[in-house]
């Protein structure tokens, strides 16, 4: 038996980076199945046991570079999920029809709860092996990678009792060539789809900064004397956004000399910059990442929100603070932040002519992931859900040496970029620095003659954010549910009462982990309650009041500008007498029209019907269709865009590139009485 099981682990670790065969996966557990036959419930628990110490020590021999106990520690701990999943399949028949859906749900259910227990850890699901196989990954937008994962076990298992020669093979087998075809065209097609979107030029720097000198003060500024020299050399490629590392400022942005060169930088370089940066707040410390503009003005910081166990902080410190003594590599003192930000950016062109220069604005939303980050799904999807048309992933794998770690954390940006439809920037101190587009292709990365990690240079290349909101990004994990819950039920059929009662409480405890990801952060303590109640919604607010037309505050005294709307405002002040004087119109009838603005802003935000004009025909320049309504003063406001918490009004006269097209719809309007339509105002 014993063999089997060191045969399956080898097999599947062969299929992650650095081996990269990735075709091994689909066949990798068959002899584990062979090792699991006629042993006991105990016998299947160690032998899923062993597997799991195999499998996670050849994934994760790299940490032994940073710490050898905590290494242990960690692959004891992630071993008990292949444990978990043979106890599981013990349950079964394994010739039951209804094994075939429950042995690849009970995976899935095992990997669900080491992706969040304990703060999680989703490293090296079995979906990630197939993170270069583009086809079959495409799933992910419908189901997330637990859906991948499932299709691997399927298949393993279905050849399994294929060997075996069961009654009902052939059956089986025509089962999964079914559901195995059906996925395969479906990301084919999802590969091919084009979807419409403007281009964004983004640059990356990797400065490759060893760990030893990264926070020796004598080295402060030959660090940012080499970034900015890189940047400089970016430039070249003309880009919209410059992206630095996590921790790439070598100190406090604050500090007068880092702050001098890093804005200086961004002014004289006509870009934006998203550096990664410590930052101090009153007696709060942060990992961050601050956006910079080409004015070099400090716009938004974002403060990472999932800290890195016993890296950035120690959990339940007061009981495992001697834990800091076995780790010879210094461990952070930093707190969580609780802003899901999503940076809002405006970048202009400048397009010369032959009669005149003209300039085109283009807003673009998104947001920051710092070090390991990427691989919580659900922090990705959150960021997405709230406005982010792009994700850009900081971090510094130094501390892992030149081994397959940084490519096996690129997996992970590699799944949510297919989940969410969104590219993936990564900016990595020593690599793997790259560009991934929404098909989860890696289009671009930084290498020389040295090869892709340890080596210092910079990629530029165009995204496409897109404007889009997949199956997952909606909806979530809810493929990995319905597996959970398939297991539960195969479960209380056939367990006596108390295992019954003791699953239920398991679930429901795992249930109120998952609850509180990406809504609630404790600091310092993990705190699990029941998953009943009232959830803070981001995407269902109140609005109390709105301030005017484009400004409106919220039931916790928040106050949210939609971006881009550009409304007459409601009460009197000089530059509305100014706008008066200029468009030759009565302030009183602007205010007026204000709160009109006001009263639609208000309602639909509110979620309350609003008089909208469609024209099915035709599309914008995202291939969205388009909805207009039409304010008192010939104000177009594209409804569509509000709703997704990303909108634009474009003004009579509309200084946008489709002016012909807004100026018939507005003439239809007025000659039809259409909309909200009022020629007196």
Same mark, same amino acid.
């Given at each position: 038996?014993?063999w089997?099981?060191?045969f399956?682990?080898?097999?599947?670790?062969?299929?992650?980076?650095?081996?990269?065969?990735? %075709?091994? =996966?689909?066949?990798?557990?068959?002899?584990?199945f062979?090792?699991?036959?006629?042993k006991?419930?105990?016998?299947r628990f160690?032998?899923g046991?062993?597997?799991?110490?195999i499998?996670f020590?050849?994934?994760? %021999?790299w940490?032994?570079?940073?710490?050898?106990?905590?290494t242990?520690?960690?692959i004891?701990l992630?071993s008990?999920?292949?444990?978990?999943?043979?106890l599981?399949?013990? &349950?079964?028949?394994a010739?039951?029809?209804?094994a075939?859906?429950?042995?690849?749900s009970?995976w899935?259910?095992t990997?669900?709860?080491?992706a969040?227990?304990f &703060?999680?850890?989703?490293? =090296?699901?079995?979906?990630?092996?197939?993170s270069?196989?583009?086809p079959v990954i495409?799933?992910?937008?419908?189901?997330?990678?637990?859906?991948?994962?499932?299709l691997?076990?399927?298949?393993?298992?279905?050849?399994?009792?294929?060997?075996?020669?069961?009654?009902? *093979?052939?059956?089986?087998?025509?089962?999964?060539f079914?559901?195995?075809s059906?996925?395969?065209?479906y990301?084919?097609?999802r590969i091919?789809y084009?979807?419409?979107?403007r281009?964004?030029k983004?640059?990356?720097?990797?400065?490759n900064?060893?760990?030893?000198?990264?926070?020796?003060?004598?080295?402060k500024?030959?660090?940012?004397?080499?970034y900015?020299a890189?940047?400089?050399?970016s430039?070249?490629e003309n880009?919209?956004?410059?992206?630095?590392?996590?921790t790439a400022?070598?100190?406090?942005?604050?500090?007068?000399?880092?702050k001098?060169?890093?804005?200086?930088?961004?002014?004289?370089?006509?870009?934006?910059l998203?550096? +990664?940066?410590?930052?101090?707040?009153?007696?709060?410390?942060?990992?961050?990442a601050?956006?910079i503009?080409?004015?070099?003005e400090?716009?938004?910081?974002?403060?990472?929100?999932?800290?890195?166990p016993?890296?950035?902080?120690?959990?339940?410190?007061k009981l495992?603070?001697?834990?800091?003594?076995?780790?010879?590599k210094?461990?952070?003192?930093?707190?969580?932040?609780s802003e899901?930000t999503?940076f809002?950016a405006?970048?202009?062109d400048?397009?010369?002519?032959?009669r005149?220069?003209?300039? &085109?604005?283009?807003?673009?939303?998104?947001?920051a992931?710092i070090?390991?980050?990427?691989i919580f799904?659900?922090?990705s999807?959150?960021l997405v859900k709230?406005g982010a048309?792009?994700?850009?992933?900081?971090?510094?794998d130094?501390w892992?040496?030149?081994? =397959?770690?940084?490519?096996q954390h690129?997996?992970?940006?590699i799944? *949510? =970029?297919?989940?969410?439809?969104?590219?993936v920037v990564?900016?990595?101190?020593? +690599?793997?620095?790259?560009?991934?587009?929404?098909?989860?292709?890696?289009?671009k990365?930084?290498?020389?003659?040295?090869?892709?990690?340890?080596?210092?240079?910079?990629?530029?290349?165009?995204i496409?954010p897109?404007?889009?909101?997949t199956? %997952?990004?909606?909806?979530?994990?809810?493929?990995?549910w319905l597996?959970i819950?398939?297991v539960?039920?195969?479960?209380?059929r056939r367990?006596?009462?108390p295992?019954?009662?003791?699953?239920l409480a398991?679930i429901?405890?795992?249930?109120?982990?998952?609850?509180?990801?990406?809504?609630?952060? %404790? *600091?310092?303590?993990?705190?699990?309650?029941?998953?009943?109640?009232?959830?803070?919604?981001?995407?269902n607010?109140?609005? &109390?009041?709105?301030?005017?037309?484009?400004t409106?505050?919220l039931?916790?005294?928040?106050?949210?500008r939609?971006?881009?709307?550009?409304?007459?405002?409601?009460?009197?002040?000089?530059?509305?007498?100014?706008?008066?004087?200029?468009t030759k119109?009565?302030y009183?009838?602007?205010?007026?029209?204000?709160?009109?603005?006001?009263?639609?802003t208000?309602?639909?935000?509110? +979620?309350?019907?609003?008089?909208?004009?469609?024209?099915?025909e035709k599309?914008?320049?995202y291939?969205?269709?388009?909805?207009y309504?039409?304010?008192?003063?010939?104000?177009?406001?594209n409804?569509?865009?509000v709703k997704e918490?990303?909108a634009?009004?474009?003004?009579?006269?509309?200084?946008v590139?489709?002016?012909?097209?807004?100026?018939e719809?507005?003439?239809?309007?007025r000659?039809n009485?259409r909309?909200?339509?009022?020629?007196?105002?």
């Open positions: 038996m014993l089997k099981i060191i399956s682990a080898f097999l599947l670790i062969l299929a992650y980076p650095n081996f990269n065969l990735e %075709y091994l =996966a689909w066949i990798a557990l068959i002899p584990l062979f090792a699991l036959e006629n006991n419930i105990k016998q160690v032998a046991y062993i597997f799991g110490v499998f020590s050849g994934i994760l %021999y940490l032994t570079n940073v710490t050898v106990p905590g242990i520690i960690l004891l992630l008990l999920a292949p444990a978990i999943f043979c599981l399949y013990a &349950t079964r028949r010739s039951s029809l209804y075939i859906i429950f042995v690849p009970a899935v259910l990997e669900n709860l080491r969040h227990l &703060t999680g850890f989703p490293w =090296a699901l079995l979906a990630h092996s197939q270069l196989n583009l495409q799933i992910a937008d419908i189901t997330g990678a637990y859906g991948v994962s499932f691997i076990v399927l298949v393993n298992f279905g050849v399994y009792l294929a060997l075996k020669k069961t009654p009902k *093979r052939f059956y089986i087998l025509f089962f999964i079914i559901l195995f059906l996925t395969w065209t990301g084919q097609n091919n084009v979807y419409p979107a281009g964004l983004v640059s990356v720097i990797q400065g900064i060893p760990q030893h000198i990264k926070w020796d003060p004598s080295y500024k030959f660090i940012i004397d080499k900015c890189l940047t400089k050399e430039l070249k880009p919209d956004l410059v992206i630095w590392p996590e400022v070598p100190g406090y942005l604050e500090e007068p000399y880092l001098r060169q890093v804005l200086d930088l961004a002014k004289s370089g006509n870009t934006h998203l550096v +990664g940066t410590l930052r101090e707040e009153g007696y709060e410390f942060f990992n961050s601050t956006l503009s080409d004015k070099g400090v716009l938004q910081n974002y403060d990472k929100i999932h800290l890195v016993f890296g950035e902080f120690v959990p339940f410190e495992l603070f001697p834990m800091r003594a076995f780790i010879d210094p461990i952070g003192d930093f707190d969580r932040g899901f999503v809002k405006v970048f202009s400048v397009i010369p002519s032959p005149n220069i003209q300039k &085109t604005t283009r807003f673009h939303s998104f947001s992931l070090c390991f980050e990427d799904p659900g922090l999807r959150h709230k048309r792009f994700l850009v992933n900081i971090t510094n130094a892992f040496g030149k081994t =397959a770690a940084p490519y690129a997996q992970g940006s799944f *949510r =970029a297919v989940e969410n439809r969104t590219p990564r900016a990595a101190n020593t +690599g793997l620095s790259c560009i991934i587009d929404h098909k989860g292709k890696i289009l990365s930084v290498r020389t003659g040295k090869g892709q990690i340890f080596v210092e240079g910079y990629v530029a290349g165009m496409m897109t404007f889009t909101k199956f %997952y990004t909606r909806f979530g994990d809810v493929f990995s597996c819950v398939l539960l039920f195969g479960l209380v367990s006596p009462k295992v019954q009662i003791l699953i398991l429901l405890t795992h249930a109120s982990s998952v609850y509180g990801e990406d809504e609630i952060h %404790y *600091r310092e303590k993990f705190k699990f309650g029941f998953p009943f109640g009232k959830k803070y919604n981001y995407d607010i109140l609005v &109390t009041r709105v301030i005017d037309g484009d409106i505050e039931q916790n005294r928040e106050r949210v939609l971006i881009g709307i550009d409304t007459p405002e409601v009460r009197f002040n000089p530059k509305l007498k100014r706008d008066a004087k200029r119109k009565e009183e009838a602007i205010i007026a029209m204000g709160k009109i603005a006001a009263e639609f208000k309602n639909l935000v509110e +979620g309350k019907k609003v008089k909208l004009e469609f024209d099915i599309k914008d320049r291939g969205r269709l388009l909805a309504v039409y304010l008192a003063d010939g104000r177009m406001l409804a569509e865009l918490g990303y634009n009004v474009y003004t009579f006269p509309p200084n590139k489709y002016v012909d097209m807004f100026l719809l507005q003439r239809e309007a000659e009485n909309g909200l339509w009022d020629e007196n105002g």
